[in-house]
């Protein structure tokens, strides 16, 4: 949703943005074609093999770190506030494609690694090995949404008894005996949940919301892109109230606290059935847009 997210953050040629998730650059690339010479771009990204596709352009800026650092990070830049803010959540392709960082099913034999940024100690096969049935069961369910949580984290704890479950094959070996339905998006949603897990996706993204009223200048915009109904709840309750929670309408006045957003668009903005077509990837992808008040 390359061209609706930037027309959604209404670019001005002079303003400054900020790129929370900058991956291949796509993104980046189409704002700083509206820009002038004037305006800046600053550019977030935990994962160094990101800095490559960062452009030799003097407008920007690539800053390798979460973008739940965003606002610290900006004021060491002496940056306060900013015209535009894009995020656009989960994978990129390049983490994906590579079978060394263990992000897909396809590479048997990788590691499950799964980490953004190579720089923290957690991976996908810690998680495996030391967290609790519980927390497994917790884990599969909340970020995966898979069917049978409870089974899966009491085999998988069994299993690990018995042999080590470091790579995508033994994951999978350990797993066969409770799958249920089309083996490929079972365990796309048991992969999901322990990517989300080791990068902490949902606990980074409530940080950066949380960051948004005091970022973004008046009339500035927030375009956030989400793969997972977890993370398009929170967006979606932020910026409809600035929490986390569904709040109800008062029940005499039949109003909601206000919030410090206009939105933008209602209903998530979704993808084409072209571009679904060409990026099946995108399928699952929704974007909402907020306006600060």
Do not use: W
Request: glycine share 6%.
């Amino acid at each position: 949703m390359l061209s609706e997210t930037i027309d959604a953050l209404q670019v001005k040629a002079g303003g400054t943005y900020v790129d929370c998730t900058f991956g291949g650059g796509g993104h980046s690339k189409a704002i700083l074609n509206m820009l002038d010479a004037d305006g800046r771009l600053l550019v977030f990204d935990q994962d160094a093999d990101a800095r490559q596709n960062v452009p030799d352009d003097p407008r920007i800026t690539f800053l390798q770190y979460n973008f739940r650092h965003v606002q610290r990070i900006l004021r060491l830049h002496r940056i306060e506030t900013v015209d535009g803010i894009l995020a656009d959540l989960g994978v990129s392709s390049h983490q994906f494609d590579e079978a060394g960082r263990g992000f897909s099913t396809r590479f048997n034999d990788a590691l499950l690694d799964m980490r953004m940024d190579q720089r923290q100690e957690l991976t996908a096969a810690g998680i495996i090995e030391t967290y609790t049935e519980q927390a497994l069961h917790k884990l599969f369910e909340q970020y995966g949404e898979v069917t049978n949580a409870k089974t899966l984290a009491k085999t998988i704890v069994q299993y690990r008894q018995l042999t080590p479950v470091k790579t995508v094959n033994e994951l999978r070996a350990a797993a066969a005996s409770v799958v249920k339905g089309n083996p490929n998006k079972y365990f796309a949603q048991v992969f999901q949940a322990l990517r989300m897990a080791v990068n902490d996706e949902a606990g980074a993204l409530q940080e950066l919301l949380r960051q948004l009223p005091s970022l973004l200048k008046k009339g500035g915009r927030a375009a956030i892109i989400t793969f997972h109904s977890i993370e398009d709840r929170l967006v979606k309750n932020f910026f409809r109230s600035g929490g986390f929670d569904e709040v109800a309408p008062d029940a005499l006045f039949g109003t909601r606290p206000e919030s410090p957003f206009v939105l933008v668009t209602k209903k998530p903005i979704i993808p084409s059935a072209a571009e679904i077509r060409q990026n099946p990837r995108s399928r699952s992808a929704k974007l909402r847009v907020a306006e600060r008040r």
